[in-house]
């Protein structure tokens, strides 16, 4: 069936956006709890943020609408709230830090004593000045015995056999250890707060489950720190089934199974979590390798439920699936359900420190094929288009940001003689507010205006009423965590950009003025990329 859809290929960079630096802080001590004073100290040496005269933290409870009572933005706009939240700027022996020691608690209005988790990032001035990304820090409970698993970082963690694990952890008081790998008790300490234990892999395939039980010599309290390692193993080599393309593949009359299939030359292994294996690093989720293409088939699903799911590329990067018509992050729970009724929640097991790990693709089999009533509409003649162009975020106050809201405004623009409508992007962008020229997955429209089928809606009825629809697209730049971006990007705190490597990206922009990541337009794969998306 024909869809009428006439596109604007931007190619300009946008001026005034911000950067977000990568770095996390280091937290004195490691261990505390609300009431607990702590040194927060950001090594800004080397990036952009060590030219800030200023900087101020910004800290939150993750999922509580609860803020600090000096997060303001400007800083500027109350020095006497915001002189609290000030960092103390050092610059010595060629390194730049920004340090401030404070007690979690007396940030907050409210009581915080049973939160479990703390946010914060340093900023500038303003936003525009720049700021660092997310950092959720753990909190311990005041007067309760606490424990905190230091090494290894990552759950599971990849390791060779005959290769050396290092686990570490920390007590709020002294504790005995008792250390079990695949069930069996491998290292004893007793008395004392900090643990460490060198333990050398003897297995050769497989997940390795570990427990480290930990209990307070003076309470017998117990503390049991579950997490595995995985040894490293080849990856199967083996054909695409015929019809198997890049991105999630159903398959017409089986709505039980679907194929995933991702792109990623040069890269070794990829692995598939989902909601369909409780997001595990497993090896029976450890995707065929076919060339450049990496491919697996996701079994047993229930039809029309919908599986967030992504990729984790070369034991190392989490994506989502680039070709995803719907995406989901931790930012959608500030989406009104009135834009986006029953939106799927982002899973607590899926998340992730870093920020730009935090987006997850959604798989669906047995969907409705939308239901289009105007297929037979012509689209006016490009010299006689008379357009209205408009934002969405700006055309409608907060709350009613949607294309359902277009749909009840469409006798608005007929009245106006318009016969085309051009909204700017509205691709999937990274938070709930933008211009839309921070794309990140070109397939998804963004949540934040209400669901695909709305936006189906919105453009049958504008066809109904002799409109046409026109979509502005964004190809010069691309925003983490896009796919493509993320698999060959350095993200090491200060430096933020992709890699020589990178098949999409260029290192640095090649003309002025631009922002978040320059795509390579001179490589067949961004040109695919993009009439891939074009096509779409």
């Given at each position: 069936m024909s869809k009428f859809y006439i596109l604007i290929i931007l190619l300009f960079s946008v001026s005034g956006f911000a950067q977000t630096t990568s770095i996390n802080p280091v937290i004195t001590p490691a261990l505390f709890s609300p009431s607990d004073e702590i040194t927060v100290t950001y090594d800004v040496t080397g990036n952009s943020l060590a030219n800030l005269s200023n900087a101020w933290i910004w800290v939150w409870i993750p999922d509580q609408n609860i803020d600090a009572k000096y997060n303001v933005n400007p800083a500027s706009n109350d020095t006497p709230l915001t002189d609290n939240a000030k960092f103390t700027k050092t610059t010595a022996n060629n390194q730049t830090t920004f340090t401030i020691t404070f007690t979690p608690k007396d940030f907050f209005s409210g009581d915080i004593s049973q939160q479990q988790k703390l946010g914060m990032l340093l900023k500038g001035n303003d936003w525009s000045n720049g700021q660092t990304t997310d950092y959720i820090a753990n909190l311990s409970q005041a007067d309760q015995f606490s424990a905190l698993l230091i090494q290894p970082e990552f759950d599971p963690v990849f390791k060779n056999t005959n290769e050396a694990l290092n686990i570490e952890a920390l007590a709020s008081d002294n504790a005995d250890y008792s250390l079990s790998i695949n069930n069996v008790v491998v290292d004893e300490k007793t008395n004392t707060t900090e643990y460490s234990y060198s333990h050398i892999v003897t297995e050769t395939e497989g997940l390795v489950p570990c427990s480290l039980l930990i209990t307070n010599t003076s309470t017998q309290e117990d503390t049991i720190i579950s997490f595995s390692y995985i040894i490293r193993s080849a990856t199967s080599e083996l054909a695409r089934p015929a019809g198997i393309k890049s991105g999630i593949n159903y398959h017409e009359g089986d709505d039980t199974r679907a194929t995933l299939c991702l792109l990623a030359p040069m890269k070794s292994s990829v692995f598939v979590l989902g909601e369909f294996n409780d997001f595990s690093i497993s090896p029976d989720y450890q995707m065929y390798k076919d060339d450049e293409y990496f491919w697996l088939e996701i079994s047993d699903l229930i039809p029309g439920q919908e599986?967030?799911?992504?990729?984790?590329?070369?034991?190392?990067?989490?994506?989502?699936?680039?070709?995803?018509?719907?995406?989901?992050?931790?930012?959608?729970?500030?989406?009104?359900?009135?834009?986006?009724?029953?939106?799927?929640?982002?899973?607590?097991?899926?998340?992730?420190?870093?920020?730009?790990?935090?987006?997850?693709?959604?798989?669906?089999?047995?969907?409705?094929?939308?239901?289009?009533?105007?297929?037979?509409?012509?689209?006016?003649?490009?010299?006689?288009?008379?357009?209205?162009?408009?934002?969405?975020?700006?055309?409608?106050?907060?709350?009613?940001?949607?294309?359902?809201?277009?749909?009840?405004?469409?006798?608005?623009?007929?009245?106006?003689?318009?016969?085309?409508?051009?909204l700017m992007p509205i691709q999937e962008f990274n938070g709930n507010s933008s211009w839309g020229y921070n794309p990140t997955f070109m397939f998804a429209p963004d949540k934040a205006y209400g669901t695909k089928n709305k936006l189906k809606e919105f453009i049958d009825l504008a066809h109904e009423n002799g409109i046409a629809v026109i979509l502005d697209v964004v190809f010069n730049h691309q925003d983490v965590p896009n796919p493509y971006a993320a698999m060959y990007f350095d993200f090491t705190d200060g430096v933020m950009k992709p890699t020589a490597d990178n098949p999409w990206f260029n290192i640095d922009a090649t003309h002025p003025f631009s922002v978040f990541f320059d795509m390579n337009h001179e490589t067949d794969y961004t040109k695919n990329y993009m009439d891939t998306t074009l096509h779409y």
């Open positions: 599986y967030a799911f992504q990729y984790l590329v070369d034991e190392t990067v989490y994506v989502a699936d680039p070709y995803a018509d719907k995406i989901l992050d931790p930012d959608d729970q500030y989406i009104p359900t009135s834009i986006y009724p029953d939106l799927k929640p982002f899973p607590q097991k899926a998340q992730k420190n870093k920020w730009y790990f935090n987006r997850l693709a959604i798989l669906q089999t047995g969907q409705s094929d939308f239901n289009w009533n105007h297929d037979n509409y012509t689209r006016p003649k490009k010299e006689n288009l008379i357009i209205y162009e408009l934002l969405i975020r700006d055309f409608f106050e907060p709350n009613d940001r949607s294309y359902n809201n277009l749909i009840d405004t469409i006798t608005y623009f007929k009245s106006l003689g318009v016969n085309a409508i051009e």
